[in-house]
């Protein structure tokens, strides 16, 4: 028997076989499966750092995770953008545009030490910790929490990405497709 195989047939073959090798017997996990990681598919442009002395009313003092001490414009009287808010010495993540003069504005601002400590809702109870750890209290959730990231001033709890509505001495609510979550802090 004689095969006859055109170029393009063989290109394609060859393609097929290297994507089967490199599968190595792999299948997709896209069918509802959960997991825990940490991932975002959007790079995350967010500074994080410590506010430094030099914050005022208007002008934060950043010192950056890389080494770096920044100053950036903040509207105080905006809500939405600064939520937990700016105490010296806290760690903080922010997002910013930048005019074209060089000055950089904030375009919200989380205090991650604000974030820190126990939260409960009707339905959840955990406690957020400085190492990236959730430890949850709620013996009937079925998916409790176990770590937690930032990116983009947006709040990661597992693999849920959360916007934070509102971070109080008192509560927290959280935005995400499903909804909006509102926790108490507990003491």
Not at 19 to 38: F, I, R
Request: hydrophobic share 35%; with cysteine; aromatic share 6%.
């Amino acid at each position: 028997m004689k095969i006859n195989l055109t170029l393009s047939t063989a290109v394609t073959l060859f393609i097929t076989t290297l994507l089967m090798t490199a599968c190595n017997g792999k299948t997709d996990n896209t069918k509802g499966e959960e997991t825990d990681s940490l991932v975002t598919l959007v790079p995350d442009t967010a500074l994080y750092g410590i506010v430094g002395e030099g914050t005022t009313m208007h002008v934060l003092e950043l010192k950056t995770d890389g080494g770096k001490t920044l100053s950036l414009e903040m509207d105080t009287e905006e809500e939405s953008s600064v939520l937990g808010g700016v105490f010296a010495g806290d760690r903080v993540t922010l997002t910013f545009t930048e005019n074209d003069k060089g000055e950089k504005f904030i375009t919200r601002m989380v205090n991650q030490t604000s974030l820190m400590g126990k939260w409960t809702s009707l339905d959840r109870n955990f406690k957020i910790q400085e190492d990236g750890a959730v430890e949850s209290a709620g013996t009937a959730e079925t998916h409790p929490y176990t770590q937690w990231s930032m990116s983009n001033a947006q709040l990661i709890l597992n693999a849920d990405t959360f916007d934070i509505v509102s971070l109080g001495p008192d509560s927290m609510s959280l935005e995400n497709n499903e909804g909006i979550f509102v926790y108490k802090r507990q003491k």
